[in-house]
């Protein structure tokens, strides 16, 4: 097929209006024929396909990393952190629950936090020390200040604050876990995340049904 020209096809036209006037005519008949859509599709390929290639390495890229973004082992040793500070602030407040609540089932339950936290803090420590970690065991602000408001507290105001403050702590605490067991890299640690989970359910079921029996405070 012969090559597609834009010059004028040959016709002699007197003058420049002439020269113009052969331009338009021979553009009008090539672009019936489709050759100016053509000629820019393909300039518009040759300009944008190398940049799209790249855009699309790019995003792959992103997508990989942020998918790693919870597989690192670094987040396995943060892991480790937040659960012995939970361990330390729960054994806390349960130690309390068992000399200043006025519940039989709230002084109970605040025995079992504490004791089975105690245990529970005891293999993380047996983790960490094996990977090199020293945990912080003073509790951050917020926590201390939650510890000395708890610590003047007594009977029914403490047993409802107490077991309210145990149904939001053992869920926050069922997130990390899952989320460890689900997408650690460190697969004892892993384990042992996984092995928690029924117990912080157990937890939280507990802890409802306890304040669904405690008495309701009088408005004054």
Not at 95 to 114: H, I, N, P, Y
Not at 131 to 147: C, H, N, Q, S, V
Not at 154 to 179: E, K, P, V
């Amino acid at each position: 097929m012969p090559k597609t020209s834009l010059y004028c096809p040959g016709k002699i036209w007197p003058g420049s209006i002439a020269k113009i006037g052969c331009c338009i005519e021979s553009i009008r008949n090539h672009f019936k024929k489709g050759e100016i859509m053509t000629i820019f599709v393909k300039r518009i390929g040759r300009l944008f396909l190398p940049v799209l290639g790249i855009s699309f390495f790019f995003l792959i890229a992103v997508t990989l990393a942020r998918s790693d973004m919870h597989t690192r082992p670094d987040d396995d040793l943060q892991f480790l952190q937040s659960a012995s500070a939970n361990c330390l602030w729960k054994i806390t407040l349960g130690d309390l629950a068992r000399k200043q609540a006025a519940s039989r089932d709230v002084r109970e339950f605040g025995a079992t936090m504490a004791t089975d936290h105690e245990r529970y803090h005891r293999e993380l420590s047996r983790l960490a020390g094996r990977r090199g970690i020293a945990f912080k065991e003073e509790p951050d602000r917020g926590r201390k200040a939650t510890g000395e408001y708890f610590s003047r507290e007594y009977g029914a105001a403490f047993d409802r604050d107490y077991i309210s403050l145990m149904i939001d702590d053992n869920q926050r605490d069922l997130r990390l876990y899952r989320q460890e067991a689900q997408k650690g890299v460190d697969a004892e640690i892993r384990a042992f995340a996984a092995a928690i989970i029924k117990k912080l359910e157990g937890y939280v079921v507990t802890a409802e049904k306890i304040l669904i029996g405690l008495p309701k405070p009088v408005l004054k």
